[in-house]
């Protein structure tokens, strides 16, 4: 059963950053396209970032500018780079992953990501 492992959550003041990782224990390049999405105390789990293989990288506009994913398939992981953090970026962040390539619209749509994992939490506050 494929597990993907989030890691790298914590406590941080605003105006700092945090660096994300997901571990895969399949090979990432059954992946096509992997991101992050991230739910927020009484709130609906969103989308926040996607890479494809295949070629593309999408973000919510509301971490445009201040996040960015990448991934590394030599080590089954991809990563999400955030700057700049806001005390509305508190939330647990998923990692999540598709092996079919997921079109441009379809990137946000919670239901196209075949695995998911437990969540890190991400905490900004003074």
């Known amino acids: 059963q494929v597990q993907l492992v989030e890691s790298g959550g914590g406590l941080v003041q605003p105006g700092g950053s945090l660096k994300l990782s997901c571990v895969s224990s399949?090979?990432?390049?059954?992946?096509?396209?992997m991101g992050w999405f991230r739910q927020a105390p009484g709130k609906e789990r969103e989308f926040v970032a996607t890479?494809?293989?295949?070629?593309?990288?999408y973000y919510a506009d509301a971490v445009k500018g201040r996040f960015t994913i990448s991934r590394e398939n030599a080590r089954n992981t991809w990563y999400l780079q955030m700057n700049s953090l806001k005390p509305e970026d508190t939330a647990v962040y998923y990692c999540?992953?598709?092996?079919?390539?997921?079109?441009?619209?379809?990137?946000?749509?919670?239901?196209?990501?075949?695995?998911w994992g437990q969540g890190t939490q991400v905490a900004v506050s003074s």
């Open positions: 999540a992953a598709a092996r079919n390539r997921l079109i441009t619209s379809s990137v946000g749509d919670q239901r196209m990501y075949n695995f």
């Open positions: 399949e090979g990432s390049f059954r992946y096509d396209t």
């Open positions: 890479t494809r293989r295949s070629g593309g990288t």
